[in-house]
């Protein structure tokens, strides 16, 4: 049974950071590209970012360019969330979700449960 | 960057009716790039449909998917309690992924 269980939200004022985790089971970690997903209070979905297999291609939307960075270890089978200079915008449910499987249909496949980060002074 | 609009906002229908769900892209989509997702109040996304008309693993066969290019549509045949939710499309392009607004499906 695939299994993503994130970690590591919180309250952190404006300014501050974070480090989300996200431990996988269940599938072959290191087959698959994962994404981070965050949803704010009562709003929709937005893609925040992913990364490769091999942890050498990352791509982030732009709000978030410069501040996040996404990593893995797949020794771990473990997804990471460095949050820096966090905004109040940046308050939502944060999941981890598996992603791209080199199978030529981009979805994401399994979802964590989430974890709140909570931007606020 | 591609705009996915979801229309209606909110459809409220009754157990046993039809539900069709409306996806537009700003430009074209790949089908391969397509995929429907429901998600009910405190749990995560659920993967319904990929490749614009593939149901994922578990899925029942009264949700389908289908359509190509601009516009897409999510059906579900015969509505189950289960099924009021909220349905969100998504795409991929320019190494990244987008989602449509949602669409609330209520009990009416």
Same mark, same amino acid.
């Given at each position: 049974e695939v299994q993503l269980v994130e970690s590591g939200g919180g309250l952190v004022q404006p300014g501050g950071s974070l480090r989300l985790s996200c431990a996988a089971s269940g599938f072959t970690f290191s087959s698959y590209w994962m994404s981070w997903v965050r949803q704010a209070p009562g709003k929709g979905l937005e893609w925040v970012a992913n990364i490769k297999q091999d942890g050498s291609e990352k791509y982030y939307v732009d709000s978030v360019k410069g501040r996040f960075t996404i990593s893995r270890d797949n020794a771990k089978n473990s997804l990471y969330l460095q949050m820096n200079s966090l905004r109040a915008e940046d308050t939502a449910v944060y999941y981890c979700a598996r992603d791209y499987d080199s199978s030529?249909?981009?979805?994401?496949?399994y979802w964590g449960q989430g974890t709140l980060v909570t931007v606020s002074s | 960057e591609i705009v996915l609009t979801q229309s209606p906002g909110t459809l409220s229908l009754s157990p046993g009716e039809r539900a069709t769900l409306s996806c537009r892209a700003s430009q074209s989509v790949s089908s391969s790039?397509? $995929?429907?997702? +429901? +998600?009910?109040?405190? /749990? $995560?996304?659920?993967?319904?449909?990929?490749?614009?008309?593939?149901? $994922?693993?578990?899925?029942?066969?009264?949700?389908?998917?289908?359509?190509?290019?601009?516009?897409?549509?999510?059906?579900?045949?015969?509505?189950?309690?289960?099924?009021? $939710?909220?349905?969100?499309? /998504? /795409?991929?392009?320019?190494?990244?992924?987008?989602?449509? +607004?949602?669409?609330?499906?209520?009990?009416?």
């Amino acid at each position: 049974e695939v299994q993503l269980v994130e970690s590591g939200g919180g309250l952190v004022q404006p300014g501050g950071s974070l480090r989300l985790s996200c431990a996988a089971s269940g599938f072959t970690f290191s087959s698959y590209w994962m994404s981070w997903v965050r949803q704010a209070p009562g709003k929709g979905l937005e893609w925040v970012a992913n990364i490769k297999q091999d942890g050498s291609e990352k791509y982030y939307v732009d709000s978030v360019k410069g501040r996040f960075t996404i990593s893995r270890d797949n020794a771990k089978n473990s997804l990471y969330l460095q949050m820096n200079s966090l905004r109040a915008e940046d308050t939502a449910v944060y999941y981890c979700a598996r992603d791209y499987d080199s199978s030529g249909y981009y979805y994401l496949g399994y979802w964590g449960q989430g974890t709140l980060v909570t931007v606020s002074s | 960057e591609i705009v996915l609009t979801q229309s209606p906002g909110t459809l409220s229908l009754s157990p046993g009716e039809r539900a069709t769900l409306s996806c537009r892209a700003s430009q074209s989509v790949s089908s391969s790039y397509l $995929a429907w997702y +429901q +998600q009910k109040p405190g /749990q $995560a996304p659920r993967l319904l449909i990929y490749g614009a008309s593939s149901r $994922a693993t578990g899925i029942p066969d009264r949700f389908s998917g289908s359509g190509s290019g601009t516009d897409f549509t999510l059906t579900i045949s015969r509505l189950e309690p289960e099924d009021f $939710a909220v349905y969100y499309c /998504q /795409q991929y392009g320019s190494s990244m992924y987008t989602f449509g +607004q949602g669409t609330k499906l209520e009990i009416k």
